[in-house]
């Protein structure tokens, strides 16, 4: 859903989570709530004020705009290097910069499944250099954002998982400060 707006289909899917009492879980609700709430058509709307703009979105959700000031710089080339050293490359038919919020959950998803051979520590160092440093900010705007709706409880649900990946890796002694790569 931050790659791109939910179709119906993923909407009505959303609308049917459920959560339970903790605060990831009430996040879940909300956002389950909130797609009950919506169409597809308001949330296409909401993705370009969002994302997309005029000439700009209210939010440029990108690593390096966030860790620089600037679109293209010293963390999206940081992030390349890392992403070779996987085996993962950009597909033809995205345009986006691989600094994408979209993009490198997906990757980080992927190395957590085992689609990526990343071991552990490898993961730790991937999430502490092109996640943690400035997702959870990124997710802070999102839930502040003047044309968020949908996308507020969205916004918490990131942040809850960037809270919540940072203590994990943490407690199981990998930390997440800039590494020196993502090796396996």
């Not at 940081?78 to 919020?101: C, K, M, N, Q, T």
């Not at 943690?132 to 916004?155: E, H, K, M, N, S």
């Amino acid at each position: 859903m931050l790659a791109g707006p939910p179709s119906e289909a993923l909407l009505r899917l959303v609308a049917g989570l459920s959560g339970d009492a903790t605060p990831l879980g009430q996040a879940y609700d909300a956002l389950a709530r909130a797609a009950a709430q919506t169409d597809a058509g308001a949330v296409e709307r909401e993705y370009f004020t969002l994302f997309i703009g005029v000439g700009r979105g209210e939010l440029l959700p990108h690593a390096s705009f966030y860790m620089t000031g600037f679109l293209n710089e010293r963390p999206l080339a940081e992030l390349r290097a890392d992403l070779a050293r996987l085996g993962v490359a950009r597909a033809a038919d995205r345009h986006e910069p691989e600094d994408h919020i979209a993009f490198v959950f997906e990757v980080m998803a992927d190395m957590a499944a085992g689609k990526l051979p990343a071991v552990m520590a490898a993961q730790a160092a991937f999430f502490g250099r092109h996640i943690a440093p400035w997702a959870g900010q990124f997710f802070d705007d999102l839930a502040i954002a003047p044309g968020a709706a949908f996308y507020r409880p969205l916004a918490e649900i990131g942040r809850l998982i960037v809270d919540i990946e940072t203590r994990a890796f943490a407690l199981a002694g990998h930390g997440t400060g800039r590494g020196t790569g993502t090796g396996t």
